[in-house]
């Protein structure tokens, strides 16, 4: 319990400015444009990836909305005409923990808990593998902030949490204790199907890889006749745990089969081929070299999404030889040497990697991070431990502090200029984030020359600890104290918009209509449906190099180009527009625009046309009770019903409670027959497949409940002496 209390502590205050001090946690204040803040210090970037506020938090707040609604968020209306929301993955809407959206600080509830789970699952796993409770405690806590937590926000951190809950399965089932075994299959199920269902599928199979690999190198260290058994196992929790995941699965691939799914694509070589420059390495121990989220580079340097800190590096190499777990050791020693060949591309390693299935349409260079900084942090507690057990003698430290050094010292050399362009108060702040490495790696080398055994352990704890609450807690007072958020336009759309569509040119960025329920045709998504996409790119924004982010940044050229569409948009039920509060150029002033709503930034402005969301063919039809999915048409005689959301298989009509099937005349809205009268037609959204995939589920759940019912022992048969007493 103390261990616990320790890490959530950890995780608390590596997280104050937001949980104690009050800053502005949500990415609403640097990626909507509808705004104005006050920052205490300087106002920064506190993620490196804005996904976190075009994808994660609107459409998670969409998915939890459905949820306390008591629908199954299959479909989102709300982004461009419709999409899947499931399918989409990166909302993460199955995923139990996507109900804390429905709070104000959700988000931040969200990664506090991924958070304390990745560090709790990683303290469990540590004392499994024989590490004293302080070390362990240690490890959970430095998982819980590992560099990838601290510097993306988006749903590449959500499957994250479970890896290390993977290992401790697999540990369990490895273990000697043979009763505990059955709770070892079952957590490798719910691990496998968490880590799914949380989001993000490049950095779950890539968690997988290791996990895999970890499995292998512990069944290998089993006796023969173990070893069969504990292959049972694994392969038993990872079927559960994939049966269990199937109903996101399905509707993900059912949803990529007709998407847009960019460099993601088959046919698409910019992964199989991408890599990391050299220089990159000394990001992982000095990570703000460049920098990032502190007024340099907005992005991580060369796509360094994660880093391990100098103090955990010099461990590591400590615990890469130790005796005690040689063949773990080894293994994780392996993994580490193999993916920075790989992304480093040394003897052309990265030909390797691709040969794995599916790692040539993963961000390999990317998302592999999560893995390292585990891998790492594993050895590094191995090595501290076998240096407090006289297992490890202090010159190996010594030469591994050198080591970590050099790297340091390089990269003061190779990543040029330090801090990138930092100015300011920034760029004092950065000069002092680069020399934390260098202080801690002084610190240890003056305790392991003058310290004792004792003295030395705490000493190497304190740094591993503060270095990693350090370089996590300070980007985060960049963050607003106070927001306001220019609402005005916003409620004025939730009383009116109904069921038309609105677009927004440099305010109210995509997808945040999600986020209030209010239909935006802007959509910034991955994937993207492929129809919609086209229809971009050929007609409403022909001038875009990239149909899957379709934003119209406060430009004069996109004024223009609106203009000179207007009719497409409206075709599809925009029927208003949404600026700032600067002039418009004439172009746009002249396709009739109203002005209805606006206050100290936005301006919301009523198109003259816009097409209805229902339409029929004959004019003579009367159409009332119209919602998003439902309408009641009364016609004097048979005719069509167009409906201006985006066609997919997977959509279901009914007509007076019976199905009628769905047809397009233009690859994009749904058209249906009506008969003569009065007719109730709703439309159902249920991705392809997915009844099938439900019912596997059930079954996989029922099978890891069942497994935990107490089995009752048959008593043996009494002998023919009792029987006669």
């Known amino acids: 319990m103390r261990s616990a209390l320790v890490i959530v502590a950890a995780v608390v205050i590596a997280n104050g400015a937001y949980l104690l001090l009050g800053y502005e946690s949500s990415p609403l204040w640097w990626t909507a444009g509808i705004t104005s803040r006050s920052c205490l210090w300087t106002c920064g970037l506190p993620t490196v990836d804005p996904s976190v506020g075009f994808i994660t938090q609107p459409l998670g707040h969409a998915a939890a909305m459905d949820l306390i609604h008591g629908h199954l968020p299959w479909w989102n209306y709300f982004e461009g005409m419709g999409q899947p929301l499931a399918g989409e993955m990166q909302a993460a809407a199955l995923f139990p923990l996507v109900i804390l959206f429905i709070l104000p600080a959700g988000l931040l509830f969200f990664h506090v808990t991924l958070e304390v789970i990745a560090g709790l ?33 988006n749903a590449v951190v959500n499957p994250v949490a479970f890896l290390p809950m993977l290992l401790l399965g697999v540990e369990v089932v490895t273990g000697r204790d043979g009763p505990a075994r059955r709770a070892g299959w079952t957590l490798v199920a719910v691990a496998l199907a968490m880590s799914i269902y949380a989001g993000f599928p490049e950095v779950a199979y890539l968690d997988t890889l290791l996990a895999v690999g970890w499995a292998l190198t512990r069944l290998g260290s089993l006796e023969r006749t173990r070893r069969r058994e504990a292959a049972a196992h694994l392969l038993l929790g990872g079927g559960v745990g994939l049966a269990i995941s199937l109903p996101v699965l399905v509707a993900f691939g059912d949803f990529a089969r007709v998407a847009n799914l960019g460099q993601h694509a088959t046919s698409n070589t910019t992964f199989a081929t991408a890599t990391t420059p050299l220089r990159s390495l000394a990001l992982l121990v000095n990570p703000y070299l460049g920098g990032t989220l502190l007024g340099g580079t907005t992005s991580a340097p060369s796509g360094v999404l994660g880093y391990v800190t100098a103090s955990v590096a010099v461990f590591a190499i400590v615990g890469a030889v130790g005796a005690r777990l040689r063949p773990l050791r080894l293994f994780l020693v392996g993994w580490l040497a193999a993916v920075l060949a790989g992304v480093l591309n040394i003897l052309e390693v990265r030909r390797a990697w691709n040969l794995i299935p599916f790692v040539r349409q993963v961000s390999f260079t990317r998302y592999i991070w999560p893995t390292v900084e585990l891998a790492a942090i594993v050895l590094a507690i191995l090595g501290l431990s076998d240096l407090i057990d006289l297992a490890a003698r202090r010159r190996r430290a010594g030469w591994a502090m050198l080591i970590v050094s ?148 406060f430009t004069v050229a996109n004024e223009n180009d609106v203009a000179a569409h207007i009719s497409a948009f409206e075709s599809q039920g925009v029927a208003y527009v949404l600026t700032p509060r600067k002039p418009l150029t004439p172009s746009l002033i002249g396709v009739g625009l109203t002005p209805v709503a606006h206050d100290a930034r936005i301006v919301l402005y009523r198109l003259a046309h816009p097409s209805a969301y229902f339409t029929t063919a004959s004019g003579a039809c009367s159409l009332s009770d119209v919602a998003l999915d439902r309408v009641v048409a009364s016609c004097p005689r048979a005719t069509t019903l167009t409906r201006r959301e985006l066609v997919m298989d997977g959509w279901t009509a009914h007509v007076n409670g019976q199905v009628v099937p769905i047809s397009s005349s233009d690859g994009l809205d749904e058209t249906i027959a009506l008969p003569a009268g009065t007719s109730t037609v709703s439309f159902d959204y249920l991705p392809p497949h997915e009844r099938w995939a439900g019912l596997i589920a059930v079954l996989g759940v029922g099978g890891l409940v069942t497994s935990w019912l107490p089995r009752r022992r048959r008593s043996p048969p009494r002998s023919d002496a009792a029987r006669e007493t």
């Open 121 to 153: 699952s990683t303290y469990l796993l540590l004392r499994r593998l024989g590490v004293r409770t302080t070390l362990a405690t240690l490890g959970g806590l430095v998982f819980a902030l590992n560099g990838t937590f601290a510097w993306i926000g």
């Open 406 to 553: 050099v790297v340091a010292l390089a990269g003061l050399v190779v990543v040029t200029p330090w801090g990138g362009h930092s100015t300011g108060t920034n760029r004092a702040v950065v000069t002092l984030m680069i020399l934390v490495p260098f202080a801690g790696l002084v610190t240890l080398a003056a305790g392991l020359r003058f310290a004792g055994g004792r003295a030395f352990s705490r000493l190497a704890v304190s740094v591993i600890a503060l270095e990693s609450l350090v370089f996590f807690a300070v980007p985060t007072y960049r963050s607003p104290i106070s927001t306001t958020v220019h609402a005005t336009s916003i409620r004025y759309l939730q009383q009116h918009l109904g069921t038309g569509r609105f677009i927004s040119l440099g305010v109210l960025s995509p997808n945040w209509g999600s986020q209030y329920s209010i239909n935006e045709i802007n959509a910034i998504d991955l994937p993207l449906p492929v129809r919609f996409s086209d229809y971009v790119q050929s007609t409403l924004d022909p001038s875009t190099t990239n149909p899957r982010i379709f934003n119209l940044p």
